[in-house]
């Protein structure tokens, strides 16, 4: 398994702001993705953090709202930018293992609760 | 595309009863499935998977056996406990594309009362 840090765990934003989340896992993975639960739904894919190159973003999710940075194999960056009360959600950063200890599955950090005001 | 339908809730039984959650997907390869559980509070958690048709995953008392006839994989417990209270999320992982992203249900909440 892995431990997947999340910071930070929740905030109180202001429309219009930005801010960035942080994700750390203490172990070798092959990929990172990053999710958003918004308020009584389900998780929707944002995009595949890809290490030392641009993001794969989803249909709906674009790069200038949702920059995305991945340095290294255990770290990534998701910033929302210029936040509105829609971006009100739950983030989430999900990991599969690397090879030899990977199992298919992938392992959650606990989330970031953004609210926007 | 990939899709994932679960059944809708919030489901509210008595301790001790049993639970069915029911699954069913579409899929265009041969994905993996799984059940995740967020309880209150917490992040998403792995209840259990399965790699192939056929396959029971179980966990906790709860099973789901990989149905590639009927495309489903219904969540069972055959009696549930107030910590059982969770939202619980069906999903399908499709690695036949190298993705490996998982497709979720809506989930479905589940509240057990004494």
């Known amino acids: 398994s892995a431990v997947i840090s999340q910071k930070p765990s929740r905030d109180i934003c202001q429309r219009g702001t930005s801010l960035t989340i942080q994700c750390q896992v203490d172990s070798q993975v092959t990929m990172m993705f990053w999710y958003r639960q918004q308020p009584g739904q389900s998780l929707t894919l944002i995009a595949t953090a890809n290490q030392g190159s641009e993001a794969t973003y989803e249909s709906g999710f674009v790069i200038d709202k949702f920059p995305i940075s991945r340095p290294n194999l255990t770290f990534s960056t998701l910033t929302v930018s210029n936040m509105s009360p829609e971006d009100s959600s739950i983030y989430l950063c999900?990991?599969?293992?690397?090879?030899?200890?990977?199992?298919?599955?992938?392992?959650f950090g606990e989330g970031s609760r953004l609210t926007v005001l | 595309g990939n899709s994932v339908t679960q059944m809708e809730g919030p489901v509210t039984l008595s301790e001790e009863a049993f639970l069915t959650i029911n699954c069913t997907y579409t899929a265009t390869g041969y994905p993996s499935l799984f059940w995740y559980v967020q309880y209150p509070g917490e992040g998403l958690q792995l209840l259990l998977k399965?790699?192939?048709?056929?396959d029971k995953g179980s966990n906790k008392g709860f099973e789901a056996t990989y149905r590639k006839e009927t495309t489903s994989f219904h969540l069972e417990k055959g009696s549930v406990q107030v910590s059982d209270s969770a939202v619980y999320f069906c999903a399908l992982q499709d690695s036949g594309a190298g993705s490996y992203q998982l497709t979720f249900g809506k989930g479905t909440k589940l509240s057990v009362i004494p």
């Open positions: 399965a790699t192939k048709a056929d």
């Open positions: 999900s990991v599969l293992l690397a090879a030899g200890t990977n199992t298919g599955e992938l392992f």
